[in-house]
């Protein structure tokens, strides 16, 4: 049974930095892919990272150079870590991973950039 937690969201402001956790059940290094999307209010739920099986990263254009997705197979834990974050980034950011059975989804956890 897989299992998602997400931690590390909260207030932050202009300028500033958070690192997200995803603490899995699973080894993270067996899943096909997994990455962080996130949804603000009144908005449709988008894909900011992805990271491949092979190690392989993909971003969504608005946060390049900013966020960094990486994973650490002992801790089986996904990480983001958000720099130089913008109002803009405010949202609830949800972990997800994908195997050969089924798409996962954690709870999320909310990040505020707000002065």
């Known amino acids: 049974q897989v299992q998602l937690v997400e931690s590390g969201g909260g207030l932050v402001q202009p300028g500033g930095s958070l690192r997200l956790s995803c603490a899995a059940s699973?080894?993270?290094?067996?899943?096909?892919?997994m990455g962080w999307y996130r949804q603000a209010p009144g908005k449709q739920r988008q894909r900011v990272a992805l990271?491949?099986?092979?190690?392989?990263?993909n971003y969504v254009d608005s946060v390049k150079g900013r966020i960094t997705i990486s994973r650490d197979n002992a801790k089986n834990t996904l990480y983001l870590q958000m720099d130089s974050l913008k109002a803009e980034d405010t949202a609830v950011y949800y972990c997800?991973?994908?195997?050969?059975?089924?798409?996962?989804w954690g709870q999320g956890t909310q990040v505020t950039v707000s002065s």
């Open positions: 699973g080894s993270v290094s067996g899943f096909n892919a």
């Open positions: 990271i491949t099986k092979g190690g392989i990263a």
């Open positions: 997800n991973a994908l195997n050969n059975r089924a798409n996962y």
